[in-house]
């Protein structure tokens, strides 16, 4: 059973940074790519940005220059580091793992943690 485990989440003004860890365990981590998306209020889940199993990197335009993801595969481990937080980056954020298709878009499995709330406010 996939289990993912999603922390670190809380209330930063705006400017601030944030870093968030998801656990996951009944996986082969470092076979998976990982994928971190956010849901805000009354709008649809988007993926924020994703790691492939070699290291690569994707991010929406909107977190562009300000998020960094990375994966340390020793500990099952995927981070996202959250810099110049803006209100709208206010969501409940989920960790995911899946597969990298040929278009070289993210293909999430249908497995979800409880996620962790951020909420950007001054």
């Known amino acids: 059973q996939v289990q993912l485990v999603e922390s670190g989440g809380g209330l930063v003004q705006p400017g601030g940074s944030l870093r968030l860890s998801c656990a996951a365990s009944?996986?082969?981590?470092?076979?998976?790519?990982m994928g971190w998306y956010r849901r805000a209020p009354g709008k649809q889940r988007e993926l924020v940005a994703f790691i492939t199993s070699g290291g690569g990197v994707n991010y929406a335009d909107s977190v562009k220059g300000r998020f960094t993801i990375s994966r340390d595969n020793a500990e099952n481990t995927v981070y996202l580091q959250m810099n110049s937080l803006k209100p709208e980056d206010t969501a409940v954020y989920y960790c995911?793992?899946?597969?990298?298709?040929?278009?070289?878009?993210?293909?999430?499995?249908?497995?979800w943690g409880q996620g962790t709330q951020v909420t950007v406010s001054s």
């Open positions: 995911n793992a899946g597969r990298v298709g040929l278009s070289g878009s993210y293909r999430p499995f249908d497995n």
């Open positions: 009944g996986i082969i981590f470092s076979s998976n790519a």
